[in-house]
Nanobody, 122 residues
Framework: QVQLVESRGGLVQAGGSLRLSCAASGRTFSSLAMGWFRQAPGKEREFVARLTWSSGNTYYADSRKGRFTISRDNAKTTVYLQMNSLKPEDTAVYYC???????????????WGQGTQVTVSS
């Protein structure tokens, strides 16, 4: 089991920045990758970014490249999502997730945080 606890999100004005964190505990050694996802009201959950634990490689959804940065601490127990130049359309509940397995070329995320609300005002 892997437990994930996200930091509190918040309200930020358009153009502002916010950093989310996700603290992992439990069987963290079994985790292959950590991802951030988000879900806006009335929309499906969508991928934001991923970080592979072993290599530190990162991958982003095209629309978030350049504005969002995923990173980790040296102890590899916390993952961050730095969000810059925020837009009202970034308003969503943000979730971190841990992947402990792959299916084909896809990471499968089995563990999820509770989600944290990020609201960007115009």
């Amino acid at each position: 089991q892997v437990q994930l606890v996200e930091s509190r999100g918040g309200l930020v004005q358009a153009g502002g920045s916010l950093r989310l964190s996700c603290a992992a505990s439990g069987r963290t050694f079994s985790s292959l990758a950590m991802g951030w996802f988000r879900q806006a009201p009335g929309k499906e959950r969508e991928f934001v970014a991923r970080l592979t634990w072993s290599s530190g490689n990162t991958y982003y959804a095209d629309s978030r490249k350049g504005r969002f940065t995923i990173s980790r601490d040296n102890a590899k127990t916390t993952v961050y999502l730095q969000m810059n130049s925020l837009k009202p359309e970034d308003t969503a509940v943000y979730y971190c997730a841990a992947s402990t397995r792959v299916a084909g070329a896809m990471y499968v995320y089995d563990y999820w945080g509770q989600g944290t609300q990020v609201t960007v005002s115009s």
